[in-house]
């Protein structure tokens, strides 16, 4: 990866921590998201101490506040001209709904909405470095989706059914994207890292009724940086150069649920993406660009 540059988000911890290390180790240059500069500046410190490699720096912004995701990308247009791998890494489990500053259902908008517009943001860097990557880190809970295009959970709320639907919406948006970048050497694919013993199954269980169920999780679960492993497959492996618009898990190709495939939904999807985050006003479009 030397001569890389890759931006990780929420690398700070978790399965992104581990990400964020490997590509390191690999030589590239890594700018390092977390959710404030002061957590982005020591990540970014112990990963240079870790791997050795010096060109590792912090980039922050609270995915929460859609001004500070853009503000993000302005910051990462600032260090480079050239990105060639995105790993959208940052996401939350809210157990009760909570909407943000812009009114939105808060699991949609740090999971989704955050990821698509700094992907958008970021498009001109990743097509100007072409061959260049994007990586969705989703679930296999998107398996299990109820309600699907309720997708900022109006009609009633349960943190899991929150967080299925806002991983649906990430492998969604890759198949959308990957589509929409076809020919531009840019590609986009989206994987499940396994069930990993990181923060996630913490706020997951942590109703009084179901934390007694943490210490069994954690014992099956695997460790943070064999969590990390498909993603930087997927970042780095020359075994899917030119692989696109695919679902992966344990490094190789799988089957992701059959309304993940429904471009229709997925044209919604895009429309109301882009109306929630200030591109769209009324105009409708079709999901003609990618049916057939
Ligand atoms: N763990 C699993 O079993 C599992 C399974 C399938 C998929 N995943 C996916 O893996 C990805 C990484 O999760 P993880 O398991 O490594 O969990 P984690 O240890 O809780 O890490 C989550 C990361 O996202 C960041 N984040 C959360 N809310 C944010 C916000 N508002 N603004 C900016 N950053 C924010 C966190 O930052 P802070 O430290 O500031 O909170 C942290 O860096 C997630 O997308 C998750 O859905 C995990």
Known sequence: MQGKTCLVTGANRGIGYHVA??????????????????????????IRAESGN????GVHADFLHQAEVRALAAQVHERTDRLHVLVNNAGAYFMYRQTTDGDHEA???VNHLAPFILTNALVDLLTASAPARVIMVSS???Q?????????SRTSYSGYGAY??????NIMFTYDLAHRLEGTGVTVNACHPGVVDTGIIEQGLSRWWTRWLIPLAKRFAIPPAEG????LYLATSPEVEGVSAKYFKRKRPATSSL????????????NISLRYTGQLSEVEITGEHIVG
């Open 228 to 231: 990390a492993e498909t993603p």
């Open 21 to 46: 290390l490997g590509l390191a180790q690999r030589g590239a240059r890594v700018l390092v998201h977390a959710r404030t500069a002061a957590r982005a500046a020591e990540a970014a410190a112990a």
């Open 164 to 169: 299925a639907r806002s991983k649906l919406a």
């Open 140 to 142: 296999e809970a998107h």
């Open 107 to 109: 699991t949609f908008a």
């Open 144 to 152: 299990r989706t109820g309600n699907v295009e309720d997708w900022e």
């Open 259 to 270: 309304v993940s495939h429904d471009a229709t939904i997925g044209a919604r999807l895009w």
């Open 54 to 57: 010096d060109a590792v720096e």
